[in-house]
């Protein structure tokens, strides 16, 4: 069975950072793109950051462009994101996601077909 376990969400305030994990189990990941999407309350999930099968392409929403790094150490089987300089605005429960294919990154969540059970982050002003 497939598991994909995030965790490292908190309360921080504007400005801080946190690191959040994604560790996977069942199968490995390393020939596979994999991403983060976030959900806030209210509002449909939206895409934050993927990363293809070997770390060397990333691609990040615009909102986030800066501020956080995707990343991934594929003899753990685990994806990261590092999130600084927080605004209330990321406030979220954080998914990871992984995919089935071998190739590419993807900003969409239909291309992924593995999720996480989500983490909350909350940023407070």
């Known amino acids: 069975q497939v598991q994909l376990v995030e965790s490292g969400g908190g309360l921080v305030q504007a400005g801080g950072s946190l690191r959040l994990s994604c560790a996977a189990s069942?199968?490995?990941?390393?020939?596979?793109?994999m991403a983060w999407f976030r959900q806030a309350p209210g509002k449909e999930r939206e895409f934050v950051a993927t990363?293809?099968?070997?770390?060397?392409?990333?691609d990040y929403a615009d909102s986030v462009k800066g501020r956080f790094t995707i990343s991934r150490d594929n003899a753990k089987n685990t994806v990261y994101l590092q999130m600084h300089s927080l605004k209330p605005e990321d406030t979220a429960v954080y998914y990871c996601?992984?995919?089935?294919?071998?190739?590419?990154?993807?900003?969409?969540?239909?291309?992924?077909?593995?999720w996480g059970q989500g983490t909350q982050v909350t940023v407070s002003s």
């Open positions: 069942g199968r490995t990941f390393n020939s596979n793109p």
């Open positions: 996601a992984a995919s089935r294919r071998t190739y590419g990154l993807g900003s969409a969540a239909y291309q992924y077909n593995y």
């Open positions: 990363i293809s099968w070997s770390g060397g392409s990333t």
